[in-house]
T-cell receptor
Framework: GENVEQHPSTLSVQEGDSAVIKCTYS??????FPWYKQELGKGPQLIID?????GEKKDQRIAVTLNKTAKHFSLHITETQPEDSAVYFC???????????FGKGNQVVVIP | KAGVTQTPRYLIKTRGQQVTLSCSPI?????VSWYQQTPGQGLQFLFE???????NKGNFPGRFSGRQFSNSRSEMNVSTLELGDSALYLC????????????FGPGTRLTVL
């Protein structure tokens, strides 16, 4: 089955700086890559997703890039704010299959 | 529009007991997926239901089961609880397949003593 790895496990950034989280996946058949943000005591919240027919997608301060050849995708958060502090999960799966394989998560800490 | 709701939010059981968790999807969503979240294994897919039928199943033992009702609400059941079943159980709903975006509920925190 699909195996997703996330690096680094913990990321500390100064407020206003950028944060980048990288994930790799193993199954070349995966074609859907969402990113979720999870705050303490809450369920994961979708923040951005990308399908394999697109190399990059941006939504305000958040962007995701996908390299299908290398089988890795990254989350970029610019102009970080304290409210960006959370655990971020990447996932991979087959579009429409609703069966996602998740990475172990990255703790992002934005230092004011 | 109301989000995904899960009940109960917290549950404490003892080994050997069984437990039933409930999930109400977003109105209009017909697919419900269940995930187990633990510090060691992270988020792992349990199963997905659509139109009252199990569409996908993860690699969990038969003690984990689920069902979906005609109103799309779903329940999952864990029988003969083990200490290792302590986890946050998350439910996610999405529109009719094929679709992609899954919306998660707040989860049910199950503690097995």
């Amino acid at each position: 089955g699909e195996n997703v790895e996330q690096h680094p496990s913990t990321l500390s950034v100064q407020e206003g700086d950028s944060a980048v989280i990288k994930c790799t996946y193993s199954d070349s058949a995966s074609n859907y890559f969402p990113w979720y943000k999870q705050e303490l005591g809450k369920g994961p919240q979708l923040i951005i997703d990308i399908r394999s027919n697109v190399g990059e997608k941006k939504d305000q301060r958040i962007a995701v890039t996908l390299n299908k050849t290398a089988k890795h995708f990254s989350l970029h958060i610019t102009e970080t704010q304290p409210e960006d502090s959370a655990v971020y999960f990447c996932a991979a799966g087959d579009y429409g299959n609703n069966r996602l394989a998740f990475g172990k998560g990255n703790q992002v800490v934005v230092i004011p | 529009k109301a989000g995904v709701t899960q009940t109960p939010r917290y549950l404490i059981k003892t080994r050997g007991q069984q437990v039933t968790l409930s999930c109400s999807p977003i109105s209009g969503h017909r697919s419900v997926s269940w995930y187990q979240q633990t510090p060691g294994q992270g988020l792992q897919f349990l199963f997905e239901y659509f139109s009252e039928t199990q569409r996908n199943k993860g690699n969990f033992p038969g003690r984990f089961s689920g069902r979906q009702f005609s109103n799309s609400r779903s329940e999952m059941n864990v029988s003969t609880l083990e200490l290792g079943d302590s986890a946050l159980y998350l439910c996610a709903s999405s529109l009719e397949p094929p679709t992609d975006t899954q919306y998660f509920g707040p989860g049910t925190r199950l503690t097995v003593l």
